[in-house]
DNA sequence: TATCACTGACTAACGGGTTAGTCAATTCAG
DNA sequence: CTGAATTGACTAACCCGTTAGTCAGTGATA
C-alpha cells in the first residue's frame, strides 16, 4: 500500500510513524469529533490500515489523548517574554493582545483544541485540565500582571475591569469560536476585530483624566 | 413498564410524549453528543423502550433537529424591547448586556446549544444557521444600533470599537463557554464578571471629555 | 353499572450494517 | 535469508431502525 521510496528507510519510517500517526488523528478527530472518527479513517489519511495504529497505540482513547498533549504547542513562554518588554503599558497590551489573537484564533491548531475540549470534555476531563493550564491561566495571569502594574504606575483606572481581567481579553473568544462555528461561510475581519478590541479596551482602561 | 397512573389518559399522554422525547433527547445529546448518544439512552430516560421513540421521530438525525428546534426559545423579541426603553445610552447599554447574559450563559438551554452547535455543527450545517439568525445575529444588532445612537448623541466616542459593535458584547461568550468547559469544577461569578464587562465596554464607548 | 370487543401505544427481539481491536500471513529492507 | 513492519481478514460487540405481538384503556351495548 505505501509505495517504497528510497530515501526513508524503515528505521527512519518507523522513528517518524507515531507523529505522523498522531497528526492524522488530529485532522480526523477535529472534523468529526471522538466518537464519530474510526481509526481506519486515521490509517487511511496516512495510506496504511488500521492494524499500523495499533502497532504504536494501544486503544483509541489513547489515541486520543495522546494526540490532544501532542498538538498543545507551548504558550505560556511566548506570554512571559511580555513582561520583558518596554515601554508604556498601553503599548504592552496591544503586543499581548496581538499575541494572543495570533495564538488563540489564529492559530487552526488551537482553535481546534477549543472544539475538542468543548465537544469531548466531557468524556475526557483531563484535556480539559490541559487547556486550562496551557492556554487560560497563562493568558489570564499575563492580563492580570500588566493591569495591576498599569494601575500602581497610575496609567490605569481602578476598577471593576481592573479586578476581573479575564474581561479584557476575553473577546479573542469570540474570533475563535466564530471561526470554528462558520469557518469560512461567514467569514471575520481579524485584524479589524482586534483593534477594535485593543480601542474599547484601552480606552476602557485608561484614566479619564 | 409504564405504571397505569389514573391520573394521565392515553390521549394525554400521547399529546406529551413528543415533547417529554425531544426534552430528554436535549438532555441526552447535550452530555454526550450526536454520534455517542443512542436512541436507547433517550428512550430510558422516560422509562420508555427504543421502538417508541421511533412511533414519533422517524430517524435519529431528525429527532436531533427537531430537538434543537424545539430548545431554541425567542431571544430576539426580548433585545427588541430594549429599543423601547428611555435613559442614557450608558442605561440601555446595562439593561441590553443584563438581558444578553441572562439569555447566554446563564440559560442552561442556549449554552448548552452553543456546544452542540459547536461540536455537531459541521454535521448539522442547519444548527449552525439557526444560531446565527436566533443569537448571534439579533445580539450584534441590537448593539449596533445602541452603539450607532450613542454616537449620534455625542454620548458615545467614534472609533474603531463603535465600528464593529461584536468586540462590545463578546465577552458574553467567555462566561458561557467557561462554565460549558468547567461546569462546577471551576466555578465563576457571574455579577462580578458582568459589572467588569459593563464598567470597561462602558468606559471604552463613552467621551473622553 | 357490568361486560366485552376493539384500538393503538408500547414492547421485545431481531436483521443488517458498522467498528474497535486481534492475529496469522505477507512483504521487504538489511 | 531473516526478522521486523505491515497487512487485512476476522471476531465480538454495538447500535440503528423494523415489526409481530401484547395488553391497558376505551367506549358501545345491554
Not at 485532522?27 to 504504536?56: M, N, Q, S
Not at 487552526?108 to 486550562?132: A, Q, W, Y
Amino acid at each position: 500500500m505505501k509505495k517504497t521510496e528510497k530515501r526513508t528507510s524503515r528505521a527512519e519510517q518507523k522513528a517518524r510513524r507515531p507523529q505522523e500517526i498522531l497528526e492524522a488523528a488530529f485532522e480526523e478527530f477535529t472534523v468529526k469529533g471522538y466518537a464519530a472518527t474510526r481509526v481506519e479513517d486515521v490509517a487511511a489519511r496516512l495510506g496504511v490500515t488500521k492494524g499500523t495504529i495499533y502497532l504504536y497505540f494501544p486503544t483509541k482513547e489513547v489515541l486520543f489523548e495522546e494526540m490532544f498533549r501532542h498538538m498543545s504547542t507551548p504558550f505560556k513562554d511566548v506570554l512571559d517574554s511580555v513582561g520583558g518588554f518596554k515601554g508604556t503599558c498601553a503599548d504592552r497590551l496591544r503586543t499581548l493582545l496581538l499575541l494572543a489573537y495570533e495564538k488563540i484564533p489564529n492559530d487552526r491548531k488551537t482553535r481546534e483544541l477549543l472544539r475538542l475540549t468543548l465537544s469531548d470534555g466531557t468524556r475526557f476531563p483531563d484535556i480539559v485540565d490541559r487547556h486550562f493550564d496551557e492556554f487560560i491561566a497563562p493568558l489570564v495571569a499575563a492580563v492580570r500582571a500588566l493591569v495591576d502594574e498599569g494601575v500602581s504606575a497610575g496609567e490605569f483606572r481602578r476598577g471593576a475591569a481592573a479586578n476581573y481581567p479575564d474581561v479584557v481579553a476575553s473577546s479573542i473568544l469570540h474570533v475563535a469560536v466564530w471561526r470554528l462555528m462558520f469557518a469560512d461561510r461567514r467569514s471575520i475581519d481579524g485584524p479589524a476585530f482586534m483593534e477594535a478590541h485593543y480601542d474599547l479596551a484601552l480606552n476602557g482602561l485608561l484614566q479619564r483624566s
